[in-house]
T-cell receptor, first 115, second 110 residues
């Protein structure tokens, strides 16, 4: 299984809503990532978890809250988002084997619209 | 800080060869990856260079010069399905920090 599965594929939410994005992989990878991608722009790194611990937070606003319940799962909790947060949210994983984690496997993403 | 530069658009003819360049400035550089992304799709890994030189994977090759902070992706025998965006992505600041370049939109024409 070389898949990273993200749910939901599409999400529409209001600015007062709370929602969560989910990501799952069963490749035994120990690093997991959240990226945000606006149309016609490159993916922007948001968070990295390594061995279930948050290792990188790219100064992301606190209305985005990541969680890694175990090595296979990654969540992104959303609260009080702004319309400018509308984007494709991509999850990725990598082996994290001290030099072998350079290959990221991406999920198909969640297209988020904030109204 | 960090900077990454790629040409924004490239057009090439089916069957031809095209080179997509990437220059980078980043601290703690470990290696350079390349990813392909079709419209509406997710990025997929193409190639990785940790050392100087050329890496070949089928029709795709990637080159790295660490002293010049420069790399390129070479696509041979272009096919229509190669029309996509291509991103260089340095690993920097530790293995997990993979950031993406501005991207090059490749259009393959008949």
């Amino acid at each position: 299984d070389t898949e990273v599965t993200q749910t939901p594929k599409h999400l529409v939410m209001g600015m007062t809503n709370k929602k969560s994005l989910k990501c799952e992989q069963h490749m035994g990878h120990r690093a997991m990532y959240w990226y945000k991608q606006k149309a016609k722009k490159p993916p922007e790194l948001m968070f990295v978890y390594s061995y279930e611990k948050l290792s990188i937070n790219e100064s992301v606003p606190s209305r985005f809250s990541p969680e890694c319940p175990n090595s296979s799962l990654l969540n992104l909790h959303l609260h009080a988002l702004q319309p400018e947060d509308s984007a494709l949210y991509l999850c990725a994983s990598s082996q994290d084997g001290g030099g072998t984690n350079e290959k990221l496997f991406f999920g198909s993403g969640t297209q988020l619209s904030v109204l | 800080g960090q900077s990454l530069e790629q040409p924004s658009e490239v057009t090439a003819v089916e069957g031809a060869i095209v080179q997509i360049n990437c220059t980078y400035q980043t601290s703690g550089f470990y290696g350079l990856s390349w990813y392909q992304q079709h419209d509406g799709g997710a990025p997929t890994f193409l190639s990785y260079n940790a050392l100087d030189g050329l890496e070949e994977t089928g029709r795709f090759s990637s080159f790295l010069s660490r002293s010049d902070s420069y790399g390129y992706l070479l696509l041979q025998e272009l096919q229509m399905k190669d029309s996509a965006s291509y991103f260089c992505a340095p690993n920097s600041g530790g293995y997990q920090k993979v950031t993406f370049g501005t991207g090059t939109k490749l259009q393959v024409i008949p």
